[in-house]
């Protein structure tokens, strides 16, 4: 996504090897009208695989994927994060390994909000290693729902995320994707959803 | 709101003496058309007030704070809850108490996003003890911003949070306040925005 890249190459920063901090529109500061277009850019490109429920995990997947939702005109799910969930039946969980962050999470989703009629979108704002997204993926076959694709905004191609996903025969479409840092510029490998940038 | 007030008759549940759950469209699953609707409402209150930004704190309230931003034309910002910050001089931080969960978080939000050119709506999608929107105002009082009004989806009007606020000079409005629970049944007190609901 053109517009997506070109607002990286303006506001992204560089931190150390690997860490691309996009704050001040996404992370943090949410610029609603790019969110808004990349919402509507994923929902473009899942429209006729009939998704009922877009899902995504606190808290900064929760802007591209409401948007996700409003253009597909379905519910959106944020997953819960927390360190300590309590034994409950209703609640459907998995544990989540952040490598930038080194801790495990327990995420969680209410049960009665999937069910086997569900076909799901999963939204995220990054993929690197492909923990979290793995994580609702997990949540999602628990509940006996179809996860049909995997929208990310920024994809770090460098990293594992992407082939686990494919291995599991999800469509991944990835707005962004860096290939690589090289002298403190981004090289932007080909996105997933470039032939929609007319 | 009286929309609202008819989607948590028909969707909340209330919980032991002071729990109302609204799982369904606000605080796990949302509803992107409500949501819109609420952050419209929200904009339209403060339209003439020269909101410059509109400030939440994950994750809940980011729903209605983005569709507050998006119909006001300003960026959304959502403060982070972090159990322990590093010391980092370019974070604003605060610790807010939770009644509900028991536990003080510290809250954050980077200081190159606020400043004294700012006057913000403080955004939440519950007011019940206060603590959150008060530790979110001085957040912006520590940037130099000016906090003009606080928006919030549902009040529990029978703790103290709406006179905390109010003692602060700010411009509270609840679209659904809740008066009491009785015999299984909520009483509405009227909402702040009724002059709106034609």
């Known amino acids: 996504m053109k517009l997506l890249e070109d607002r990286i190459n303006v506001d992204g920063r560089i931190l150390g090897d690997d860490i691309l901090k996009v704050d001040s529109f996404l992370t943090h500061q949410v610029d609603f009208s790019l969110m808004k277009a990349i919402g509507e850019r994923l929902a473009d490109v899942y429209r006729e695989k009939g998704i009922t429920k877009v899902v995504t995990i606190e808290a900064s997947g929760i802007a591209p994927a409401l948007y996700a939702a409003e253009s597909l005109g ?14 409950n039946e209703e609640l459907l969980t998995t544990d989540v390994f952040s490598f930038t962050k080194q801790v495990t999470s327990t ?26 997204a793995l994580g609702l993926l997990r949540l999602i ?28 025969g999800l469509q991944l479409t990835s707005l962004a994707r860096i290939g690589a840092f090289e002298n403190g510029q981004i090289v932007f490998a080909p996105a997933d959803d470039a032939a929609f940038d007319k």
């Open 107 to 132: 995420v969680s989703i209410s049960k009665k909000f999937l069910s086997s009629d569900d076909s799901v979108l999963i939204v995220d704002d990054f993929l690197a290693n492909g923990q979290a």
């Open 141 to 168: 076959e628990q509940a006996g729902a179809k996860a049909v694709g995997v929208g990310i905004v920024i994809e770090k191609s460098f990293q594992t995320g992407r082939q686990l996903l494919i291995n599991k």
């Open 74 to 87: 379905v519910p959106m799910i944020f997953a819960k994060k927390a360190k300590n969930v309590t034994m």
